[in-house]
């Protein structure tokens, strides 16, 4: 245990669902990030939040939203996914934008 | 952009023999870290070393970093079946950590 987890750790979803993804850190972390990991490419950063605030946005579609209500819990929403969407999606926090982050199980999404 | 590339892609090794595993990148950095991902799993986060640092001892894990070459190896020592994972080299370059493809590491009992 890492102290990172996320929900859920499968998720099978079509095209026109809508669903999200949560991550929780018990660590008292102030930087919260989501990754993405697709066979056979480097991990891809997706956001990062510091203090609840969105401070990188990787340009990624608009078809997934993050939320950080608070600094223990990230939201990454998703609507109108991709089949090329499908990936394992990890969520990492770390205790400033500097040290070494602290990874999250991860999420294996696929879309149908 | 990838920053940092590890090399090789693949390692096979007998238990007890020691790997090393190289990571090389382009632009200048604050720290390196390396993580281990077992298949599926989320990574874990093994070592971090600052760029005014040169050699950094873990367990039977040993970085170092050559600034001026852009270029860290991870060395473990006396391996064992259960180091079996990938390796992931990241750099940390204006507080953004960006991962290599990884090193798939075999150790055969």
């Known amino acids: 245990e890492t102290g990172v987890t996320q929900t859920p750790r499968h998720l099978v979803m079509g095209m026109t669902n809508k669903k999200s993804l949560k991550c929780e850190q018990h660590?008292?972390?102030?930087?919260m990030y989501w990754y993405k990991q697709s066979a056979k490419k480097p991990l891809e950063l997706m956001f990062v939040y510091s203090l609840e605030e969105r401070v990188e946005n990787n340009s990624v579609p608009s078809r997934f939203s993050p939320e950080c209500p608070n600094s223990s819990h990230l939201f990454l929403h998703l609507h109108t996914l991709q089949p090329e969407d499908s990936a394992l999606y990890l969520c990492?926090?770390?205790?400033?934008?500097?040290?070494?982050?602290?990874f999250g199980q991860g999420t294996r999404l696929t879309v149908v | 952009s990838q920053q940092g590339e590890e090399d090789p892609q693949a390692l096979s090794i007998q238990e007890g023999e020691n790997a090393t595993m190289n990571c090389s990148y382009k632009?200048?950095?604050?720290?390196l870290q390396w993580y281990r991902q077992n298949s599926g799993r989320g990574l874990v986060h093994l070592i971090l070393i600052r760029s005014n640092e040169r050699e950094k001892h873990s367990g039977r894990l040993r970085v170092t970093l050559d600034t001026s070459k852009k270029s860290s190896s991870l060395l473990i020592t006396a391996s064992r079946a259960a180091d079996t994972a990938s390796y992931f080299c990241?750099?940390?370059?204006?507080?953004?950590?960006?991962f290599g493809k990884g090193i798939t590491l075999s150790v055969r009992p």
């Open positions: 990492a926090s770390s205790q400033d934008l500097k040290g070494g982050a602290f």
């Open positions: 990241a750099t940390d370059a204006n507080s953004k950590l960006t």
């Open positions: 632009t200048s950095i604050n720290n």
């Open positions: 660590l008292g972390h102030n930087a």
